[in-house]
């Protein structure tokens, strides 16, 4: 990992809010761009999985995963209303002015896993930093085998991005596949939990050349890993992404540390052997 | 290293030497009771400064990594938004750090400037401070009860880190340059060449010195290797954890604690700063994040977090020493009587009563 010797790395660029765009309830994304071009450089050819500090004036600051694909222009966080300072940053209308730095983290080892065939399992917002490998898997197609995604939310109104999934299976060797806990008058897929997926007739999953990407609530989390490994998938070749507290983003203000690892530095991307290892819920 | 020989009466001089080269002096005193404090120099109390009494329990790391310390400012007017950053210009000198947290300063450094980041705010403060050592010599006095820096091995005279070292030989003061701005100080008239008689009343004083600490031994080898290997038993964490009153102390006193937390608060108009504050791994608050999911509610689990950070292995190797340079300031403070002292011999009974188990 490189050194930024000269430059301080607390310090925010100052952002411009271009438009949102509602999600599901009480989830906005937001496209953006740095206020001065130069300052884009940083983000220039970041790795899906990694994330930024991002500042709301008045409010704080606060880490925000990367939903887009390196391989896309737009910059945007997908983001959720959850504490104070996401709260703030709900209240901003386009042209109002926020605050970047980054990108932190150590991100998806995309490259690692050419050749092999992708299995996303997501769960709420937990789609929000898988989006990012998704797309770049799409936009690498090439180098990837069969891509297949296992999104469950709460209720069909939670559930987000879905033209966009509709846009991917239209790719060859890419299915989505959803499921809702509660199914409302209009819903007429599967109902049930996300690791129920795996077992429904005309689905098959492939843990041979195969690697997962997780990434949901604790609860979801356990399950799913549960299914994988008993589906034959290895723990290194489960990968997740963890989410802690955290304030600095780069190693040093202490909150994200579990066991031997910064999760700003040295995660927050885990395989789910690390992540046993380090001994902690995640 | 060079060495010189101040007379007692003119050891404070070194107080005015610093001043005069443009350094705001902190020093130790004596206040109410016995409570002792580190505390700016001016001419009205320079005469009060005392060398041999109690370290003080908050410790001079705050003049490094400020208890809070602004970050930058942050302005949004006229449709524009600055970020800007403040920097601590003062040039510090800490006239009597004691050999603990001397190591305390080293364990800063190697934190934050060695690693993938470097702290510009960290790196900009501690490029203007100045560290005069003392050594401790006087049992009861130098040396308290809890001391233990025989067993972290950092005292109680320190090798490296400081730019003046001073030692109480009777009468007179040894003092020894660790840096070229050290050295530079010798060029002052107070300063005069020293015999082999001062050297061997140096190495006798040391010697008796280290004969007078109340706990000489301690078992931190075995610690280590119990905490890197996991075989701290769920028992004994939870022991541990019982006698934790959450309060935090043992992280405020630490010289070697590196935790903080960030908060942006109001400063005028449009106008906000943001600070970093010291923060403490002993709060239920420190990994709760927003939607009130924390994955590290129980107390023990919060005990067994400070001290895997401060013993495992893993970060011994990485930072280059255990987090902990033997103050003895967390044993002072805590109420359950868990300070590290404390906890590795707990965490050694512990790893006995275990491998007592393991048939033969």
């Keep these: 990992m490189c050194r930024h010797d000269e430059e301080n790395v607390y310090l925010p660029r100052v952002a411009v809010l271009e438009r949102v765009r509602d999600e599901i309830p009480d989830v906005r994304s937001f496209y953006w761009r740095f206020a001065d071009p130069a300052d884009d450089a940083a983000f220039a050819g970041f790795r899906p999985g990694q994330f930024a500090q991002v500042s709301i004036v008045g409010a704080g600051e606060f880490p925000a995963s990367l939903p887009p694909s390196p391989t896309e222009s737009e910059r945007f966080f997908t983001i959720r209303r959850v504490g104070s300072c996401t709260a703030a940053m709900h209240e901003l209308r386009p042209g109002d002015l926020f605050g970047v730095r980054g990108p932190y983290g150590n991100g998806f080892p995309m490259d690692d896993y050419r050749g092999k065939n992708l299995v996303f399992v997501a769960g709420g917002i937990g789609i929000i930093p898988l989006r990012s490998c998704i797309v770049y898997a799409m936009h690498n197609r090439q180098h990837y085998g069969r891509v297949q995604v296992f999104y469950g939310a709460r209720t069909p109104t939670e559930l987000m991005y879905r033209s966009e999934m509709a846009e991917w299976c239209r790719e060859k060797g890419v299915e989505c596949h959803l499921t809702v806990d509660r199914a409302d008058a209009d819903w007429k897929g599967h109902v049930g939990v996300v690791g129920s997926l795996f077992k429904q007739p005309g689905i098959e999953v492939a843990a041979e050349n195969s690697v997962a990407f997780v990434c949901g609530p604790p609860v979801m989390f356990r399950f799913v890993i549960k299914d994988l490994l008993s589906m034959g998938f290895s723990e290194d070749r489960i990968v997740s992404t963890l989410e802690r507290y955290m304030k600095c983003g780069v190693g040093k203000c202490g909150h994200c540390c579990i066991g031997v690892a910064y999760v700003c530095v040295d995660g927050p991307v885990f395989t789910y052997e690390q992540i046993r290892k380090l001994g902690e819920d995640i | ?360």
Excluded at chain 2, 122 to 147: E, Q
Aim: net charge positive; glycine share 8%; charged share 25%.
């Design chain 2, 1 to 360: 290293m060079k060495a010189r020989i101040v007379a007692a009466e003119d050891v404070l001089s070194i107080v005015d030497l610093l001043r005069e080269r443009g350094h705001e002096v902190v020093a130790p005193f004596q206040v109410h009771g016995a409570d002792t404090i580190f505390d700016t120099v001016n001419d009205a109390n320079r005469s009060r400064i005392a060398l041999h009494i109690p370290n003080p329990l908050y410790p001079p790391k705050r003049f490094v990594l400020p208890h809070i310390q602004r970050l930058m400012t942050i302005q949004q007017t006229d449709g524009k938004l600055r970020f800007e950053p403040v920097l601590d210009g003062r040039r510090l000198a800490v006239f009597g750090m004691r050999s603990c947290d001397v190591a305390g300063v080293g364990h800063l450094d190697r934190f934050y400037l060695d690693r993938d980041f470097r702290d510009t705010y960290y790196a900009h403060v501690r490029a203007g401070l100045f560290i005069v050592n003392f050594v401790c010599s006087v049992p009861g006095v130098d040396i308290g009860p809890d001391c233990f820096c025989l067993c972290t091995d950092t005292g109680p005279a320190a090798r490296n880190g400081f730019d003046l070292q001073l030692m109480d030989l009777g009468g007179r003061f040894m003092a020894v340059a660790g840096s070229p701005a050290g050295e530079e100080l010798f060029s002052a008239p107070i300063f005069r060449k020293g015999s082999p008689d001062d050297v061997q009343k140096r190495r006798e004083i040391l010697s008796a010195a280290r004969q007078s600490f109340l706990s000489r031994t301690s078992w931190f080898s075995a610690a280590v290797r119990a905490v890197s290997t996991g075989s701290v038993t769920e028992e004994t964490w939870e022991e541990i954890g019982n006698r934790c009153l959450e309060c935090g102390g043992c992280t405020f006193v630490c010289p070697a604690c590196t935790c903080f937390t960030v908060t942006d608060r109001p400063a005028g108009p449009h106008r906000y700063e943001r600070v970093r504050v010291w923060d403490s791994c002993a709060l239920a608050g420190f990994t709760r994040m927003a939607g009130g999911f924390n994955p590290r509610k129980a107390v023990h689990d919060r005990r067994n977090r400070r001290f895997f950070r401060k013993l495992s292995h893993y970060f011994v190797q990485r930072e280059l020493s255990v987090a902990c340079v033997g103050c003895g300031r967390c044993a002072a403070v805590c109420h359950g009587d868990i300070g590290m002292p404390t906890v590795v011999e707990m965490i050694r009974r512990g790893a006995a009563k275990e491998a007592a188990h393991v048939p033969a």
